[in-house]
Antibody, heavy 119, light 107 residues
């Protein structure tokens, strides 16, 4: 069974940093690209970042470029999102999601972790 | 960036109704479109990919159609478990974007 479990969310002040993790199991993690997608409270879905299986290609949404860094450790079956210079508008539930094949839609999602940026 | 616009934003329907949600892209995305269902407090669930391909395990009452810039998600006979919010997402080119969502409510 495919499982994705996010962790690392919490309350952080504006300008602060946080590192999210996503632990993957039930599939060959090293063979799949991955996405981070977020959802602000009461709002819709927003794609945040994408990384290929080998980390050779990485993309970011314009709203997080230069502040967030996606990475992965295939030996640990883990995906990460380092978030720096956090802003109020980064408050959201952050989901990690698996990307099947060479496409960029998401076939499996984690349960999400809440990041709250507030003073 | 390609903008995705869903209509309606909210839809009131009864069990057994046929429901159609529309998603329009600001430029052609061929068939690179996915549909998701999300219930309150839960992660989204993939329903449809490549505009009309049904994800494994998804009931056949869900179907998708369209290509280019106009797409539809149809629920042939609405069931109690289908009251949720639905999102479209294009994956034609970076950056990938979602529609704003369509909430299907009980009439």
């Amino acid at each position: 069974e495919v499982q994705l479990v996010e962790s690392g969310g919490g309350l952080v002040q504006p300008g602060g940093s946080l590192r999210l993790s996503c632990a993957a199991s039930g599939f060959t993690f090293s063979s799949y690209s991955m996405n981070w997608v977020r959802q602000a409270p009461g709002k819709g879905l927003e794609w945040v970042s994408y990384i290929t299986s080998s980390s050779s290609t990485i993309y970011y949404a314009e709203s997080v470029k230069g502040r967030f860094t996606i990475s992965r450790d295939n030996a640990k079956n883990s995906l990460y999102l380092q978030m720096n210079s956090l802003r109020d508008e980064d408050t959201a539930v952050y989901y990690c999601a698996r990307v099947p094949g060479s496409y960029a839609f998401c076939d499996y999602w984690g349960q999400g972790t809440l990041v709250t940026v507030s003073s | 960036d390609i903008q995705m616009t869903q209509s309606p934003s909210t839809l009131s329907a009864s069990v057994g109704d046929r429901v159609t949600i529309t998603c329009r892209a600001s430029q052609s995305i061929s068939s690179w479109l996915a549909w998701y269902q999300q219930k309150p407090g839960k992660a989204p669930k993939l329903l449809i990919y490549k505009a009309s391909s049904l994800e494994s395990g998804v009931p056949s009452r869900f179907s998708g159609s369209g290509s280019g810039t106009e797409f539809t998600l149809t629920i042939s006979s609405l069931q109690p478990d289908d009251f949720a919010t639905y999102y479209c997402q294009h994956y034609n080119s970076y950056p990938w974007t979602f529609g704003q969502g369509t909430k299907v409510e009980i009439k």
